[in-house]
């Protein structure tokens, strides 16, 4: 099942500014949210729902790959690592704050504590990571698996974690201070373990403060069919690991094309540049020209003229977001030698001033550029 478009989840407009999208995310989370929706499945999936939603449109990066690729440009096919992978805890975890200022997520709007999700609170996610894969246009036709190494920082093995004393493992602190209105209570994140909810107990030699150490990890990229250059794609929880137990970050892969020994692209399009000599290009003849999946017989017809694009059908690249592929596009070249022998310089001498070698249509033909401004709005 494809996804649903993410403003359309929020209900704002393309334009909308980042503040309008965060009260349209917390109007939308407000609905959906599991307290008022006790055991609805599909509420829960609308509340994951918006809050991917929320993450992309509320980071001016990820909006900008998202409006210019769609859900592709922000990892939507990037293997089952991909971006869709939201949990509640992580949605609790980084966008709770949505709903209070300062205090515990969701207390100052559902009036408590903050219950379950205070205590599934955890340390702070780690940062991302940013790689760049470049592919030839063959891969990105048919898509690829690609195995990379990745120098990140994981979880020693050994480290171990305890409750937090100063909050009792909720991550928060609770304050009562004399007002001229009477008591008032508020909650700031914990000093000692800056919201965590627990310390280091125990941590391996050669490890940090955190418990983190570096290390190689090869991971498997599934990237999608119709790619682009400039595309970055997200592997959600493959980037350094978080600390005091906070989730990884993620892993951004930036798409680059490699340069085709025979084609350019344009989208979908791939463009070839055929070269004819004079003499077939005025009598026509039959030419085999390369395409991605291998070669195609071709007719060039007698007066081809130079500029002229023929069109091979279903033989470009696949879309990551629309269904159809692009075609290939020949770029008709007339071919001028630099060197005559002298028998073929008289040939030309004498065909010069032939009544069909003049270009009495001068005028009438349309040029290279309306050519092609016509031929890709067909």
């Keep these: ?159 171990t974690y305890s409750s937090c004393g100063t909050c009792g493992g909720s991550g928060y602190v609770r304050k009562v201070s004399n007002t001229f209105l009477g008591q008032m209570q508020t909650t700031a994140a914990c000093p000692t373990c800056g919201g965590a909810g627990q310390t280091i107990k125990d941590r391996p030699p050669g490890a940090d403060s955190n418990g983190l150490i570096k290390k190689d990890e090869i991971i498997e990229i599934d990237i999608p069919a119709g790619v682009q250059h400039g595309m970055q794609l997200s592997m959600r929880g493959k980037g350094n690991a978080g600390r005091n137990g906070g989730p990884s970050g993620d892993l951004q892969i930036n798409i680059e094309e490699k340069a085709h020994e025979h084609f350019t692209r344009d989208n979908q399009n791939v463009i070839y540049d055929l070269y004819l000599n004079f003499a077939d290009a005025v009598l026509g003849t039959k030419i085999v020209v390369p395409t991605l999946t291998g070669k195609v017989k071709l007719t060039i017809h007698p007066g081809t003229q130079a500029g002229k694009i023929l069109r091979v059908k279903g033989k470009g690249l696949p879309s990551v977001e629309v269904y159809g592929v692009g075609d290939q596009l020949v770029n008709i070249n007339i071919w001028t030698p630099k060197e005559l022998t002298k028998e073929e310089q008289k040939i030309l001498e004498q065909l010069r001033e032939s009544e069909n070698f003049k270009p009495s249509l001068a005028g009438k033909e349309k040029g290279v550029y309306q050519r092609m401004k016509e031929f890709f709005r067909s």
Excluded: C, W
């Design 1 to 159: 099942m494809s996804k649903r478009d993410f403003y359309e989840i929020l209900g704002v407009e393309k334009s909308a500014d980042a503040q309008t999208i965060k009260k349209a995310y917390r109007k939308v989370a407000m609905k959906y949210h599991p307290d008022r929706n006790p055991d609805d499945k599909a509420a829960e999936e609308k509340f994951k729902e918006a809050a991917e939603a929320y993450e992309v449109l509320s980071d001016a990066d990820k909006k900008a790959r998202y409006d210019r690729f769609g859900h592709a440009g922000v990892g939507g096919n990037a293997g089952a690592g991909g971006f869709g992978g939201m949990n509640m805890e992580d949605i609790f975890s980084n966008f709770g704050d949505i709903f209070g200022d300062g205090g515990s997520p969701f207390e100052s709007f559902f009036g408590g504590g903050g219950g379950r999700r205070t205590q599934s609170r955890r340390g702070q996610k780690g940062s991302n990571l940013r790689i760049k894969v470049s592919l030839t246009l063959e891969e990105i036709l048919n898509g690829v698996k690609k195995k990379i190494k990745v120098n990140k920082f994981v979880q020693a093995e050994g480290t």
